[in-house]
């Protein structure tokens, strides 16, 4: 029995039901918008319109096309080598922590200037403040320790006057601290957002990103592409992800009345036995697990409060009159 391709209108497995890119990409529209992709854009094994998601360069122009197309965002792009990250999975953390500020009810989602939220380790892409002031209307801080990847981050936000006025961007002088060094005095998030590095090694780093390309190219991947996944800042840190998640808990400990909702992607799920073992040694209020899916690939949300639920509730009429 001949199996069925799915069609262009079939959704993606696990988006977000807002997510505006659940359904398959309309390439006519995307290149009507973004003329230049139309270069990277070919039949596949299956006679659909794509692209070829080894190649930086179509992966780039693809994001370009998606983030005026969906969001309005005029102006993007990323400096060579830096991690170039997939628009409808970083969309979809958008969502799922809507939700959580919603208190799973969507007519109660929280929108406009009113809600604060920290990025930790923004990155040059600064990916999460521009969709998520372009879909919310969110205010964004992006905290970066790289200078050079904060100035990129800079220039985005002078490049989309739209959301301009609702993303600040700073440096963060120290790699090991999330929060000190970046939140000002008296300054209060109703939530933190944050990618952590994956890998404990720069070895391990680049092993995974061979991985990753003779995944999506089914051959040993040419050295002159190893790089277009992230630098090292962006793909590892002593410990891995493991070590900054744990630090980043213990370290929100020491400021549990400036955050609403402490929020962090988690790749593996066998550090979540560890991690809520930090959890509960800080004493948190509340845990939240958030399952995320795109397809097979399959990630989660970690989030955590120090607040009860009548303190939560004090947090969003005082906040946002809700």
């Not at 205010?139 to 990129?152: K, N, S, T």
């Not at 550090?271 to 004493?283: E, V």
């Not at 509730?313 to 809700?322: E, Q």
């Amino acid at each position: 029995m001949q199996q069925k391709i799915p069609g262009p209108a079939d959704p993606k497995e696990g988006l977000h039901p807002r997510n505006r890119y659940r359904t398959r990409y309309n390439f006519q529209q995307l290149i009507e918008g973004c003329p230049a992709l139309a270069a990277f854009v070919a039949p596949n094994a299956y006679g659909d319109a794509s692209i070829d998601f080894a190649n930086p360069a179509a992966v780039k122009a693809l994001n370009q096309a998606l983030l005026k197309h969906g969001y309005g965002l005029q102006t993007w792009d990323i400096p060579a080598g830096c991690l170039c990250p997939p628009i409808p999975g970083r969309s979809d953390y958008l969502h799922y922590v809507a939700d959580l500020l919603g208190a799973g009810e969507e007519a109660a989602i929280p929108r406009g200037p009113s809600v604060a939220v920290l990025d930790i380790g923004t990155g040059a892409n600064l990916i999460y403040p521009l969709i998520g002031a372009s879909e919310y209307g969110w205010r964004f801080m992006g905290a970066e320790i790289d200078p050079v990847a904060l100035d990129w981050a800079r220039k985005l936000v002078v490049g989309n006057p739209a959301v301009a006025e609702l993303i600040d961007c700073r440096l963060q002088a120290s790699p090991m601290e999330c929060f000190k060094g970046v939140i000002k005095p008296g300054e209060v998030f109703d939530l933190s957002m944050c990618n952590p590095p994956f890998h404990s090694s720069a070895a391990e780093a680049a092993a995974g990103t061979r991985r990753k390309l003779r995944n999506l190219r089914g051959r040993k991947p040419k050295e002159t592409v190893l790089n277009f996944g992230g630098k090292d800042g962006e793909l590892w840190c002593e410990g891995g992800e493991l070590a900054f998640v744990r630090r980043m808990i213990i370290q929100s400990a020491e400021l549990p009345d400036r955050c609403l909702w402490f929020t962090s992607l988690v790749s593996k799920s066998a550090h979540l036995p560890r991690l809520h073992q930090t959890l509960k040694s800080a004493k948190v209020a509340g845990m939240k697990i958030i399952e995320m899916a795109q397809g097979q690939k399959k990630s989660r949300i970690l989030a955590w409060t120090f607040m009860g639920p009548e303190e939560q509730g004090v947090w969003r009429r005082s906040r946002w009159g809700r």
